[in-house]
């Protein structure tokens, strides 16, 4: 008897493509169509662990019985769905990594007590090192959080790092780029710009998530106070926009203040999802910023994905 088949859930079926990077699970065939398969060959058990990207021909040949030693059984199937996706999402995580971008590229703007928490709720340490030439000039605390003397400076802005001198201020960036990237490596973030529509942001991206995108963004200036400026930094297109505010305190350099994060200007941001509203016919997400980088190229981005340059470009 045949077992009923149940459509599978809109938000599985997205998760499922998302992962595999559309593509067939395992002949990894960029440039053939592709179904989602039933591992268990039970179209009504519809669980994240049991559906697998397959290509027709893949399809066909998990169908077809076979001398077991070459036929495509359930273990089989289970083996090459989860070494693709994690193939995928560690290939995603380490295309977002300034040093694999371009030499140029860096992050000057970094969240440093949004960072301070996270990698120590997901056990990721700053380098020994560091930390310990940083604790012992006075610069950081036991936990690597910036400790801020009372300076006086005659000007507009004054970032963490106009606090320090030279050398302690680039060991400080420094130890915090590093915590960053590792820190992607490990969550690995949800490469927006793969999934640039509402149902496939509704199905995959959740309050919590860690997101990414290099795009144009628009910053808006605002005011200043104690030298300080939050700025309103977004990016909207076909009818979904991302939004967050950046305060000009956790910027490395002036080029930062006043050139890569100001007017309309291209970007990488990693960002935290707070959560997910409507405006009429506006989806938003609300996010925290972990970093921002500048010197970043769509050009010599090499994500695993297929992105919707239309909006990258924007």
């Known amino acids: 008897m045949a077992k009923k088949r149940i459509r599978i859930p809109q938000e599985l079926e997205k998760t499922t ?22 591992i268990d060959q039970n179209p009504s058990n519809n669980v994240l662990s049991n559906l ?34 994690k193939e995928i999402a560690e290939k995603a995580s380490s295309a977002m990594l300034p040093r694999n971008n371009l030499h140029q590229a860096v992050w000057t703007f970094i969240n440093h007590e949004k960072v301070g928490q996270i990698i120590n709720s997901n056990g990721i340490e700053f380098d020994d090192y560091l930390l310990d030439l940083l604790k012992s000039n006075n610069v950081v605390d036991k ?36 915590a960053v990237d590792s820190l992607i490596l490990d969550v690995q973030p949800i ?7 509402k149902r496939e942001i509704k199905a995959i991206v959740k309050p919590g998530s860690f997101i990414y995108a290099m795009r144009g963004f628009y910053f808006k200036t605002g005011k200043i106070v104690n030298q300080e400026e939050d700025r309103y930094v977004y990016a909207r297109a076909k009818n979904i926009e991302i939004r967050w505010y950046a305060n000009t305190r ?19 941001a990693f960002l935290f999802v707070k959560s997910i509203s409507t405006e009429d016919d506006l989806l938003i997400l609300h996010c925290t910023p972990i970093s ?11 994500s695993p994905y297929k992105l919707k340059y239309g909006w990258n470009r924007n």
Request: glycine residues 6%; charged residues 20%; contains cysteine.
């Open 17 to 38: 493509l998302y992962k595999s990077a559309n593509t067939c699970n395992v002949c990894r065939d960029l440039n053939k169509g592709i179904q989602i398969h039933h």
């Open 143 to 178: 936990f690597g959080i910036p400790i801020i003397p009372s300076n006086t400076f005659d000007r507009s802005h004054v970032t963490i790092y106009n606090h320090f001198d030279y050398g302690n201020m680039h060991r400080l960036h420094k130890m915090y780029c590093e």
């Open 250 to 268: 956790h910027m490395f350099g002036s080029s930062a203040l006043y050139d890569s994060f100001s007017g309309h200007k291209f970007a990488a």
């Open 52 to 85: 697998i990207v397959l290509c027709q021909d893949c399809h066909d040949e998990a169908h077809t019985k076979h001398d077991l030693s070459k036929n495509l059984t359930a273990d089989k199937l289970s083996y090459f769905k989860n070494e693709w996706e």
């Open 292 to 302: 921002m980088g500048a010197g970043f190229i769509q050009e010599t981005y090499k």
């Open 191 to 197: 490469e927006i710009g793969a999934i640039w529509s």
